[in-house]
């Protein structure tokens, strides 16, 4: 059975760093692009960043460019998310996601509307004190 995993989120003041950690278990990660979304409570969920299979092509959007940063270690199977300058509004659940679609449909996660084989972790909780 497929499981992704998150893990290192916690609690940080504004202005300090996290690495949050993805990784799979009965599942080729290389296979797959990965990407990571957010929900804070009442809000939509947002996809904030993604990287290809091999690594080459990564992207992020508007509100954490120059912040955050995706990276991927195929023979750990572990895809990373460091967050820098962290901010209060950045307090959220934080997934990943393992898609076969190079990144095309991160921005929404509307995986399943594009058939596109997918597999979500339960998450990690990021909070971020003022």
């Known amino acids: 059975q497929v499981q992704v995993v998150e893990s290192g989120g916690g609690l940080v003041q504004a202005g300090g760093s996290l690495r949050l950690s993805c990784t799979a278990s009965?599942?080729?990660?290389?296979?797959?692009?990965v990407a990571w979304f957010r929900q804070a409570p009442g809000k939509e969920r947002e996809g904030i960043s993604c990287?290809?299979?091999?690594?080459?092509?990564?992207y992020s959007a508007d509100s954490v460019k120059g912040r955050f940063t995706i990276s991927r270690d195929n023979a750990k199977n572990t895809v990373y998310l460091r967050i820098n300058s962290l901010k209060p509004e950045g307090t959220a659940m934080y997934y990943c996601?393992?898609?076969?679609?190079?990144?095309?449909?991160?921005?929404?996660?509307?995986?399943?509307?594009?058939?596109?084989?997918?597999?979500w972790g339960r998450g990690t909780q990021v909070t971020v004190s003022s």
């Open positions: 009965e599942l080729t990660f290389d296979d797959y692009a």
């Open positions: 990287i290809s299979w091999s690594g080459g092509s990564t």
């Open positions: 996601a393992a898609a076969r679609d190079e990144c095309a449909y991160y921005s929404g996660g509307d995986y399943y509307a594009n058939g596109v084989e997918n597999y």
